[in-house]
């Protein structure tokens, strides 16, 4: 059974995830081939005061 991780930073909306996990199921069968029904997600939501860039967190002012 496949599982693919996703890494994003927060911001999306309840209404947004079930296209989010439909879309990234269908790229995966598309390209690898496959059964939907045997695709795992693992959605990690990441505060922007907990990701950076470039040294800086997403939290602070961006120049």
């Given at each position: 059974?496949?599982?693919?991780?996703?890494?994003?930073?927060?911001?999306?909306?309840?209404?947004?995830?079930?296209?989010?996990?439909?879309?990234?199921?269908?790229?995966?069968?598309?390209?690898?081939?496959?059964?939907?029904?045997?695709?795992?997600?693992?959605?990690?939501d990441i505060r922007r005061d907990?990701?950076?860039?470039?040294?800086?967190?997403?939290?602070?002012?961006?120049?």
């Amino acid at each position: 059974m496949p599982t693919h991780h996703v890494e994003m930073m927060e911001g999306r909306t309840l209404e947004q995830e079930p296209k989010r996990v439909a879309a990234i199921t269908g790229v995966r069968v598309e390209i690898l081939g496959g059964q939907p029904d045997l695709v795992d997600i693992a959605v990690t939501d990441i505060r922007r005061d907990h990701w950076a860039t470039g040294g800086q967190l997403w939290s602070e002012p961006r120049d």
